[in-house]
């Protein structure tokens, strides 16, 4: 099955600054890739996601990048606010079967 | 809408007995799927279904089965609960097509003692 890698497990950033997460998958034959993120004690809620035909996307402060060659993705958070405060999960899909990374704890300081 | 709708929040169990976290969802969607959430390994697929009438495993599937009588409901049971499936448990679903965002539940947090 996929087995998707997601580093780093935590990250501190400064409000302002930019955080980076970055994932690998081994299947090549996944498709599709979601990004979640995870309040403590909510829900997981998707907030950017990339499909193979395309290389990167865009959302005001959010953006992935796809690398289908090396077999990574990475989502990039700019100008980082408090409220950015949150465990993210990569996942990757082949069809209905999504495999998600172990997750990153994003804080910002202020 | 209500989205996705599980019950209940919260349960303590036993070891060995069983009982049936329920799932449902007003969206109309053909895709529904279980996951069970522990610290630091994200969330692991233990079974879905692509529409009523059909089910399939997914990563960790032991101890768990599933059914899909109705698209609204997705129910998961518990056959003999055992201390390991202590975790959170998140129903999912999301529209006809492959790959389309998933929408979750907000959980159950299963107990087992």
């Known amino acids: 099955g996929e087995n998707v890698e997601q580093h780093p497990s935590t990250l501190s950033v400064q409000e302002g600054d930019s955080a980076v997460i970055k994932c690998t998958y081994s299947?090549?034959?996944?498709?599709?890739f979601p990004w979640y993120k995870q309040e403590l004690g909510k829900r997981p809620q998707l907030i950017i996601d990339?499909?193979?035909?395309?290389g990167e996307k865009k959302d005001q402060r959010i953006a992935v990048t796809l690398n289908k060659t090396a077999k990574h993705f990475s989502l990039h958070i700019t100008e980082t606010q408090p409220e950015d405060s949150a465990v993210y999960f990569c996942?990757?899909?082949?069809?209905?079967?999504?495999?998600f990374g172990a997750g990153t704890t994003v804080t910002v300081r202020a | 809408n209500a989205g996705v709708t599980q019950t209940p929040k919260f349960q303590v169990l036993k070891t060995g007995q069983s009982m049936t976290l329920q799932c449902a969802q007003d969206?109309?969607?053909?895709?529904m799927s279980w996951y069970r959430q522990d610290p630091g390994m994200g969330l692991r697929l233990i079974h879905y279904?692509?529409?009523?009438?059909?089910?399939d495993q997914g990563e960790v599937p032991n101890g768990y089965n599933v059914s899909r009588s109705t698209t609204e409901d997705f129910p998961l049971r518990l056959l003999s609960a055992a201390p390991s499936q202590t975790s959170v448990y998140f129903c999912?679903?999301?529209?006809?097509?492959?790959?389309?965002?998933?929408?979750f539940g907000n959980g159950t947090r299963l107990t087992v003692t």
């Open positions: 990339i499909r193979s035909n395309v």
């Open positions: 299947d090549s034959a996944s498709n599709y």
């Open positions: 996942a990757a899909s082949i069809n209905y079967k999504l495999s």
């Open positions: 279904s692509v529409g009523a009438g059909i089910t």
């Open positions: 999912a679903s999301s529209g006809t097509k492959a790959n389309s965002p998933l929408h």
């Open positions: 969206m109309n969607h053909e895709y």
